[in-house]
């Protein structure tokens, strides 16, 4: 039987399930706890990430895995840290779908983007990403969003059909790494977008950084075979804008409260922490001198105005 399914029942699962489940059909929101996934098919409501938004009918909300056999494409929306060890455990289960990463990070210890994870654990699978600026809250409320899917399938056309609606306009890209990079590094920047406006240094500073973070990503993502293009568009450029300016980003609120000096995080989940390590210690030696501070200030090894310091003292430079 085909139809869709969603892993990982957290805010962007759920709401990628409700785009999916308003186009009709059979979809499976998969959560690994039964006792929150038996509540929510129960009440037809994600009572803790979106509460307020029904599930459309279709949609089957279950922690037992067996109800994926025969999809013919399943959504991965599980942190990115999460993945290699879900697969691990579950891939079998996940047959022959089409799977379409949707989370956004980079692999702490091995640097590598969600769709190399896939290829790492699960040799041969079909994959896809689906990335761009979009809040939860807005796609699960049914506002308009646009997002890539980015794709080497020969068939991503298919699958650009298969996933858009009439509010969720997808972009076709065959630049998975561009897509994957552009939408992991924002969320570092965002952090440091943050860190600038919880430590009261102005819009304007925060105008400089997410532009000099930005000419960080397209070097480090060009580095990596990354087409510029992608990099100027929603995944990268689009997603920075998005993420860098709304307190609705854990990345950007985290950033404000660490800097701060607040002591509750808020313990939910922040890609872009475990992202800038992983980057960091992966590009040791490279110019990548945001990037390298946000690591170095989540570790403590450095104030932020101490790193503000350190960046404004760099000596004078080019602007490419
Ligand atoms: N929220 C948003 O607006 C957007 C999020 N994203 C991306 O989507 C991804 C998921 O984010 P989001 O849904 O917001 O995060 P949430 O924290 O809301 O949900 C994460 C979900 O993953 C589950 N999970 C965590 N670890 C595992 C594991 N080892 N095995 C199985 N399930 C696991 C959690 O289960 P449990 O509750 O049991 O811990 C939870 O249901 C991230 O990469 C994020 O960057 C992308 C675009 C927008
Ligand atoms: O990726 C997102 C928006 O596109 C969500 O950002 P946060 O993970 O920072 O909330």
């Given at each position: 039987?085909?139809?869709?399914g969603?892993?990982?029942?957290?805010?962007?699962?759920?709401?990628?399930?409700?785009?999916?489940?308003?186009r009709?059909?059979?979809?499976?929101?998969?959560?690994?706890?039964?006792?929150?996934?038996?509540?929510?098919?129960?009440?037809?409501?994600?009572?803790?990430?979106?509460?307020?938004?029904?599930?459309?009918?279709?949609?089957?909300?279950?922690?037992?895995?067996a109800?994926?056999?025969?999809?013919?494409?399943?959504?991965?929306?599980?942190?990115?840290?999460?993945?290699?060890?879900?697969?691990?455990?579950?891939?079998?289960?996940?047959?022959?779908?089409?799977?379409?990463?949707?989370?956004?990070?980079?692999?702490?210890?091995?640097?590598?983007l969600?769709?190399?994870?896939?290829?790492?654990?699960?040799?041969?699978?079909?994959?896809?990403?689906l990335?761009?600026p979009s809040?939860?809250?807005?796609?699960?409320?049914?506002?308009?969003?646009?997002?890539?899917l980015?794709?080497?399938?020969?068939?991503?056309?298919?699958?650009?059909?298969?996933?858009?609606?009439p509010?969720?306009?997808?972009?076709?890209?065959?630049?998975?790494?561009?897509?994957?990079?552009?939408?992991?590094l924002?969320?570092?920047?965002?952090?440091?977008?943050?860190?600038?406006?919880?430590?009261d240094?102005?819009?304007?500073?925060r105008?400089?950084?997410?532009?000099?973070?930005?000419?960080?990503?397209?070097?480090?993502?060009?580095?990596?075979?990354?087409?510029?293009?992608?990099?100027?568009?929603?995944?990268g450029?689009?997603?920075?804008?998005?993420?860098?300016?709304?307190e609705?980003?854990?990345?950007?609120?985290?950033?404000?409260?660490?800097?701060?000096?607040?002591?509750?995080?808020?313990?939910?989940?922040?890609?872009?922490?475990?992202?800038?390590?992983?980057?960091?210690?992966q590009?040791?030696?490279?110019?990548?001198?945001?990037?390298h501070?946000?690591?170095?200030?989540?570790?403590?090894?450095?104030?932020?105005?101490?790193?503000?310091?350190?960046?404004?003292?760099?000596?004078?430079?080019?602007?490419?």
């Open positions: 039987m085909s139809g869709a969603v892993i990982g029942a957290g805010a962007f699962g759920t709401a990628l399930a409700m785009t999916q489940g308003a009709g059909g059979r979809v499976v929101l998969w959560g690994r706890d039964a006792q929150a996934m038996a509540a929510m098919q129960a009440a037809r409501e994600n009572a803790v990430h979106l509460p307020g938004v029904p599930l459309p009918q279709g949609v089957l909300a279950t922690a037992d895995l109800a994926l056999a025969g999809l013919d494409v399943i959504l991965l929306s599980i942190p990115t840290q999460a993945l290699r060890g879900f697969l691990q455990q579950t891939g079998p289960a996940l047959g022959n779908a089409v799977l379409v990463a949707c989370c956004k990070g980079v692999e702490r210890g091995t640097g590598l969600p769709t190399q994870i896939i290829a790492d654990v699960l040799p041969g699978a079909r994959t896809a990403v990335t761009g809040f939860a809250t807005d796609i699960g409320r049914g506002k308009p969003t646009a997002l890539t980015a794709t080497d399938l020969p068939d991503g056309a298919a699958l650009q059909e298969r996933l858009s609606t509010v969720l306009r997808l972009y076709l890209s065959d630049d998975p790494v561009g897509a994957q990079l552009g939408g992991a924002k969320n570092v920047i965002a952090l440091a977008a943050g860190m600038v406006i919880g430590a240094l102005g819009e304007s500073a105008a400089a950084l997410m532009t000099r973070g930005f000419a960080e990503i397209v070097r480090l993502a060009t580095k990596q075979g990354a087409h510029p293009e992608t990099l100027w568009g929603l995944s450029f689009g997603d920075l804008i998005l993420t860098c300016s709304s609705k980003s854990r990345n950007f609120s985290h950033g404000i409260r660490f800097a701060r000096g607040e002591a509750d995080l808020g313990g939910k989940t922040v890609e872009g922490v475990m992202t800038a390590h992983a980057v960091s210690e590009g040791a030696g490279m110019d990548l001198p945001v990037i501070m946000v690591s170095a200030l989540l570790k403590g090894e450095i104030s932020v105005p101490r790193a503000m310091d350190a960046l404004l003292q760099r000596p004078l430079k080019s602007e490419r």
